[in-house]
């Protein structure tokens, strides 16, 4: 899968995902990344790539013509089918059923902002999707798109050292993860639970889910109402919840 960000901090997002799961995928070839610096598309000696905003107000915005340039550039590198998505708070939140649905995608672009945000033009004209990270604020969008890329890279066949490992991820079957545990058996009074160190895998596989369900309850009840659960499903989540 092909990556490209247009940003106006290259050096970060190369530097950010040189390190591990994203770092390896890269040095495999299972994906490549490559950045477009709006600031390379400028006609002025200040490679000037904002302007005050139309109606007054604090701060700037990105012009359209550098960020349009970067991202038709970008494009020209595709090998298959491409999608552009500018990062911003105003977008779909991400989910993990969209970062699955993403990985079909042969070329992700991604948009990182800066200022007080883009030339709107520049979204309708030039971008097929806006995406959020959460409903918050942060300086520009080089992060969320670093985040992004982890997030899809993960889920590539032959990324991960055990196929199942981004499976068993939280929200991969639309519930929280259940509760790890590793050596020693016991750690400041608190034991690993009996039936993972019972060998029976069908109990651990039931107890799993069990613990699962529970904490997606406790945790993200509003991921509860749009799950259709099996009549198991809802059993093992009646049971958790007599148990606390």
Known sequence: MQFDVVTLFPEMVISAASYGVTGRAIERKIVSLSTW??????ADKHKTVDDRPYGGGPGMVMKHQPLHDAVMDAKQTATGSTKVVY??????PITQALLSEACGIS???LVAGRYEGVDERFVQLD????????????????LAAL??????TRLLPGV???EESAKQDSYMDGLLDYPHFTRPEQLEGYLVPDVLLSGNHADIACWRMKQALGRTWQRRPDLLK???????????????????
């Open 37 to 42: 610096n709006p600031r390379d598309y400028t």
């Open 87 to 92: 990062l911003s708070p105003q977008g779909k």
């Open 107 to 109: 070329q992700l672009i």
């Open 127 to 142: 971008c097929d999707d806006e995406w959020s990270i959460g409903d918050y604020v942060i300086s520009g969008g080089e």
């Open 147 to 152: 985040i992004v890329i982890d997030a899809i």
């Open 160 to 162: 991960l050292g055990h």
């Open 226 to 244: 749009n799950k259709n659960l099996s009549a198991e499903q809802e059993q093992l989540l009646q049971q958790f919840k007599n148990e606390v």
